[in-house]
């Protein structure tokens, strides 16, 4: 890849993260959901343009001509199919019409627990974090959910969560962060691969619980120069970078 289309932190997340998603899939997201957006809005652009979105605002298919400043921004009503409100979202994860959503937590652990809730205890907590807004149901009633953490550490890699926001015990989940791709189950944490800039060291001095590596640890591929070119002309105010790493 030329200098001239070197991916950011940022943008591989982003790359990575629309790379989960499939052409013709039905894809959905909630409320803070920025990376989300913009990872929909690119693999629409490039090798998913038949996808079906539907936006917590309450559209179905809005346009996503850039990244707006707030997941609930109104603007991204413009260019709807039709109105989708949050009743009939969750009926459709229900019937299992729902293929992926991304979703972030506060903590995640080997097991692919996530906690949105609080630190402490439910009955004792001593901060609260944003909540769970629906995901506990929803993540174990869509085909794929992807957990994303933009900036890992071992304050939300942990080796147990302090309160199970969501859980999905049946199955093992993707994880997506800043330093690399894992997956997470009942069996632990697996890394698939490693970001270029980050090495085997780094991502087990930044994860709170054991990591199992393969003897020849994969690099995450770069995006190509079509998918960096979707990136930045759809986030040009570049709010990814404020999201991701640091």
Same mark, same amino acid.
């Given at each position: ?33 920025? &990376? ?30 850039? &990244? ?38 506060? #903590? ?51 080796? #147990? ?41 780094? &991502? #087990? ?28 002309? &759809? ?12």
């Amino acid at each position: 890849m030329s200098a001239e289309v070197s991916p950011t932190r940022a943008e591989l997340l982003v790359a990575c993260m629309a790379a989960e998603i499939e052409d013709g899939a039905v894809v959905a997201t909630g409320v803070a959901s920025p &990376l989300a957006i913009l990872a929909i809005a690119v693999a629409r652009a490039t090798h998913a343009p038949h996808l079906t979105y539907i936006a917590c605002v309450g559209a179905l298919d809005p346009e996503l001509r850039e &990244l707006l400043p707030s997941s609930e921004d109104l603007g991204y009503l413009e260019g709807r199919s039709a109105d989708v409100s949050i009743p009939e979202l969750f009926d459709h994860a229900r019937r299992g019409r729902i293929d992926t959503v991304f979703f972030g937590a506060a #903590e995640v652990d080997s097991a692919g627990q996530t906690n949105m809730t609080a630190s402490g205890s439910l009955s004792r907590p001593r901060s609260k974090f944003p909540g769970v807004a629906g995901a506990a149901t929803l993540r174990q009633w869509v085909r794929r959910p992807v957990l994303v953490v933009p900036r890992q550490s071992r304050r939300n890699l942990v080796p #147990e969560v302090q309160v199970a926001t969501t859980r999905d015990a049946g199955r093992p989940v993707r994880l997506l962060s800043d330093l690399g791709t894992f997956e997470l189950g009942p069996a632990g944490a697996r890394v698939l691969s490693r970001h270029p800039w980050a090495t085997a060291e780094v &991502l #087990e001095e930044r994860t709170g619980f054991p990591l199992t590596l393969p003897p020849a640890l994969p690099v995450t591929p770069l995006p190509d120069a079509r998918t960096v070119a979707a990136i930045r002309a &759809l986030d040009p105010r570049n709010l990814r970078d404020a999201l991701v790493g640091g």
